[in-house]
C-alpha cells in the first residue's frame, strides 16, 4: 500500500476479539497496516486478542459494537462517526454484520469509503435475515474468502463483479511448519489427551456445534472399526454442554465411547496437527472458507474434507487430500481407511504437495493492502 497523503488510518470493525478466523484476520491484516507505514484502529468490544492487535503495531478501541440490537447498532454509528473524524479515518473495513450496519451508517454520515468482508455463508431462514446479511454485500469492495462465497454474494445481491475480490485466508508458514514443532510439544498434549503412545490419531478441529459433522465422525469411526485408532474431537463447546454430552452419548451407543476424547480448546493447534495421522472436516454445511483444513495440509497432516464450500477450493482429491460427500459415514470411513494406511512414503509425497499449495498468510496480506490502496487511490 503506497502512502497516502497525510499517511492512511485504515478502521476495522468487528464485534469483539475473544478468538476465531475473523478475529486472527484482524490481527493479521493489522500487523500489514502497520509494516506498510500506515495506521492501524481496530473498534471492537475487546477480548483477549486486544493484546495482540496492539503487538501488530494497531490501536484498540473500546465500543459495544457486539449486538444485533437496532437501537444499539444507530447508536455505535454515532460513535464510529466520531471516531471517523477524530482520528482521521480514510477508510473503513467492516468483518461482521452489526458492527458493519454501524460503520456503513457512519460512512455514509462521513464520505468514508466503506469496504467488507464476506466471511460466512449466513443463514437466511429467519424473517428480515436477507435484509440483515445485505449490509455485507455493501462494500465499495467486497472481499470473498472463496470463489464459492463470490458466486453466493452475486447470486443472492447482484454484486457487480467487478467490485468483488476472491482473496482466501492464509497461514503462516513460519508457524505451521512442521519442522518447527518439537518433540516436547508433541508429547505433552498426547498427554493431556490421554492418548496411548501406539494408537492412530484422527482430529477433527473446531467448535462443537452440530453442523460441524462430529456425529458423522463417530458414525465413521464405528465403521471402521479399528480398536487402534482414537478419534480427538479439538475445540470448544462454547457452552453447549448438551451438545457434548449428547456426542458422549452417541459413542457410547456406538460402543467407541473409550476411543473418543473431547479435549476442548487448545493453545498449540500445530502440535495438535503433529499428533493427528489424520485430519477430518466433516461439516453438513458449506463453510467460507475452513481455515483449519490448510492449516492441517501447512502441517503436512493427511485432510479428508467435505465436498462443499470453500475446502473444495483447496484440497485437490487424491493429491493433497481427499474430499468426501457430507453427512456420509461409510464414505467417510473408506477415505479415512486410505488415508490409515499409507505407506511413509506415501504420506510424505501427499503433505509435500499439500504444504505447497496452501494460501499463505503474505499473500491474503498483500492482497488486501492492495484492495486498500484501489480504494484510496480512487481507481475502483
Not at 444499539?72 to 466520531?82: E, G, K, P, S, Y
Amino acid at each position: 500500500m503506497d502512502p497516502h497523503p497525510e499517511s492512511p488510518v485504515v478502521l476495522q470493525v468487528l464485534p469483539s476479539l475473544v478468538t476465531g478466523g475473523v478475529e486472527r484476520g484482524t490481527v493479521e491484516i493489522t500487523q500489514a497496516i502497520a509494516a506498510a507505514g500506515a495506521t492501524a484502529l481496530v473498534a471492537s468490544a475487546g477480548g483477549p486478542l486486544v493484546a495482540q492487535i496492539q503487538r501488530a503495531g494497531g490501536t484498540h478501541i473500546a465500543l459495544p459494537l457486539k449486538t444485533k440490537n437496532p437501537w444499539r447498532i444507530w447508536h455505535n454509528a454515532d460513535a464510529l462517526a466520531a471516531v471517523i473524524r477524530d482520528r482521521k479515518v480514510s477508510l473503513v473495513h467492516a468483518r461482521s454484520r452489526g458492527p458493519a450496519w454501524s460503520a456503513w451508517l457512519a460512512c455514509r454520515r462521513t464520505g468514508v469509503p466503506f469496504i467488507t468482508t464476506y466471511h460466512g455463508t449466513y443463514d437466511e431462514s429467519l424473517p428480515f435475515k436477507r435484509h440483515y446479511n445485505a449490509v455485507m454485500a455493501r462494500g465499495r469492495i467486497v472481499i470473498a474468502a472463496s470463489h464459492y462465497i463470490a458466486e453466493l454474494v452475486q447470486t443472492r445481491y447482484g454484486v457487480d463483479p467487478a467490485r468483488i475480490r476472491v482473496i482466501p485466508r492464509g497461514v503462516d508458514l513460519a508457524v505451521f511448519d512442521p519442522a518447527s514443532v518439537t518433540g516436547q510439544r508433541i508429547a505433552k498434549l498426547a498427554a493431556q489427551w490421554r492418548v496411548p503412545d501406539d494408537a492412530r490419531i484422527i482430529v477433527l478441529p473446531g467448535r462443537l456445534t452440530a453442523w460441524k459433522g462430529h456425529r458423522v465422525l463417530l458414525d465413521a469411526l464405528a465403521i471402521l472399526n479399528r480398536p487402534d485408532v482414537m478419534c480427538v474431537f479439538l475445540g470448544s463447546d462454547q457452552g453447549r454442554h448438551r451438545y457434548s454430552q449428547s456426542l458422549t452419548q452417541h459413542a457410547r451407543q456406538l460402543g467407541i465411547a473409550e476411543r473418543l476424547r473431547l479435549v476442548g480448546h487448545t493453545d498449540d493447534v500445530p502440535a495438535a496437527l503433529c499428533l493427528a495421522d489424520v485430519v477430518v472436516h466433516a461439516s453438513t454445511k458449506p463453510e467460507a472458507f475452513g481455515r483449519v483444513v490448510i492449516e492441517a495440509q501447512a502441517m503436512a497432516c493427511p485432510v479428508v474434507a467435505a465436498d462443499l464450500g470453500g475446502p473444495v477450493e483447496t484440497v485437490r482429491h487424491g493429491e493433497t487430500g481427499w474430499r468426501v460427500p457430507p453427512g456420509d459415514p461409510a464414505t467417510l470411513a473408506a477415505a479415512l481407511r486410505v488415508a490409515l494406511d499409507l505407506s511413509p512414503e506415501e504420506r510424505t509425497a501427499l503433505g509435500q504437495q499439500a504444504r505447497a499449495s496452501v494460501p499463505t498468510v503474505q499473500a491474503m496480506q498483500e492482497a488486501t493492502l492492495d484492495v486498500y490502496e484501489s480504494v484510496l487511490n480512487g481507481t475502483v
